[in-house]
């Protein structure tokens, strides 16, 4: 099955640790993105890439931190800085940043990792 | 990027059609739009995506008018499952300005 997953599905962690959130796909989509949704609202871009080895923040990247090492994989970590770490994160791929004639790429979402800090 | 504005909420009866309008006053020339829904703890899914006139598909249809400054959603025959946040999205898709989420509008279908 093509597709993008994210683990865990649950995640506790205790002020002041990192965590990493884990995001894998293999729909061989160039572009990557990290969203942070809270409870009634809608999404937050937190981090996109759209090539292996590159990436760029978005509207709230402040906190955390991310890798493109590979095209399968995006982990997000979140930092001790972030303030309000509890969230609902959601990663998502699309085959490219780019159009092409009338076509235009649609994001692919993983079923997110509810992030729960104490 | 162009801002759209939607309404926050919905209400319908199970069976009937859906009509979710967005706005989108600063669209340009190369942008698309596109409308997503999610469900509860999960993500959102693409639904579908239009430039002008109108788009069909097996889940839904969209309308654009010829000035482009807002389009509509239509959703046939809602069912309960049909409850959800529907997002309108408008971009060009370039990779270098990645489209925003904004709110939505969350649909309630009602038995």
């Known amino acids: 099955d093509g597709g993008i997953t994210q683990s865990p599905k649950y995640l506790f962690r205790k002020e002041g640790q990192n965590v990493t959130l884990s995001c894998e796909q293999n729909?061989?989509?160039?572009?990557m993105y990290w969203y942070r949704q809270d409870p009634g609202q809608g999404l937050r871009l937190i981090y996109y890439?759209?090539?292996?080895?590159?990436?760029q923040k978005g509207d709230i990247a402040e906190g955390y931190s991310v890798s493109r090492e590979k095209k399968e994989s995006f982990p997000l970590t979140v930092t001790s800085a972030q303030k309000n770490p509890t969230a609902f994160y959601l990663c998502?791929?699309?085959?490219?940043?780019?159009?092409?004639?009338?076509?235009?790429?649609?994001?692919?979402f993983g079923p997110g990792t509810r992030l729960t800090v104490t | 990027l162009a801002k759209t504005t939607q309404p926050i909420s919905m209400d319908s009866y199970e069976g009937q059609e859906v009509n979710i309008t967005c706005s989108h006053n600063?669209?340009?020339?190369?942008?698309?739009i596109t409308w997503y829904q999610q469900f509860p703890s999960q993500g959102p899914r693409f639904i579908i995506q239009?430039?002008?006139t109108k788009v069909t598909n097996e889940v839904a249809s969209l309308f654009i008018p010829a000035d482009r400054k807002s389009s509509t959603l239509s959703l046939p025959r809602v069912s309960l499952s049909d409850t959800a946040v529907y997002y309108c999205?408008?971009?060009?898709?370039?990779?270098?300005?990645?489209?925003?989420f904004g709110k939505g509008t969350r649909l309630s279908v009602i038995a």
């Open positions: 729909l061989n989509h160039d572009a």
């Open positions: 999205l408008v971009g060009d898709h370039s990779g270098n300005t990645p489209l925003v």
């Open positions: 239009g430039y002008k």
């Open positions: 600063n669209i340009a020339t190369n942008d698309y």
């Open positions: 890439s759209q090539i292996v080895n590159d990436f």
């Open positions: 998502a791929s699309s085959r490219e940043g780019r159009t092409s004639g009338n076509r235009n790429y649609e994001q692919y």
